[in-house]
Structures are given as structure tokens and as C-alpha cells.
């Protein structure tokens, strides 16, 4: 299977690079958006993952990787079908890449980031991940 390319986005006071950092991998769980569990259920193990953080300088700030594919999320007492995947982290990006910069690059006029702002999950195409790790210096 070729490997798909995502953004997750979090808020740093909730659940930060540097946790994920320090606790190796999570449960990506709390996803409450329709369109962001469809994307969630379309992870797989081996997808690589820019994490986002969305409050501060608002940036991308490191990689992870998906570690296991869509499961029912365990921190919901109803059973609505809400989905969480394994992330596990890979490496910090060496610069992290702002929105500023990536609004600023026509490149990516069309990711979800700027289409969807608050989608917490969100596609990206291999050109968008690799331009944004490419300002990112990875």
C-alpha cells in the first residue's frame, strides 16, 4: 500500500509535541468532527503524520508516524462511532514551519490547513508534505 500523508493539530496545553515526545506514542483520541473521523478511519500503519500545534506561534513542529490504523475510541462512553489511531513520534522538524510561511507559499494555497482551519485531522498530498518538511529542513 503506498503510504498516505497527514496533519493532526493540537493544542500545546492539551497534548504537546513534547509529549508526545516524551511518552514515545498515544491514542489520537477526543476527535469529534465528522469529516476528521473519515479521515481518521482512512489511516494506516507506516502513514506519516505532521503535528500541529494550533495555539502559540501556530505551527508545524515535528513528524509522527501512524503506528496502528483506526479503532474505537476509548474515551467515549456512547457508541457513535468515533475513531482513534496510534501515533508514535519519528523526529522533531529542525525549523518549525509557521502558518505565516505556509500561507505565504503559493504551493500550498490548497491544503486543508487554510481550506479548513479548525479540521483536526486533515489529508495532505505527498508534494504539500514534502514542501512543508522542506521549510521545516527535514
Known sequence: MTTQYWLVKSEPSTYAWTDLVRDGHTDWTGVRNYAARLHLKAMRP???VFFYESMGP??????AQVTRAAFPDPTVDEVDGWMAVELKAVKPLPKPVTLMQIKADRSLADIALLRQSRLSVQPL????FSRIAKLGGA
Open 125 to 128: 498530498s505527498f508534494a504539500a
Open 58 to 63: 501556530k505551527s508545524v513542529v515535528g513528524i
Open 46 to 48: 507506516g502513514d506519516r
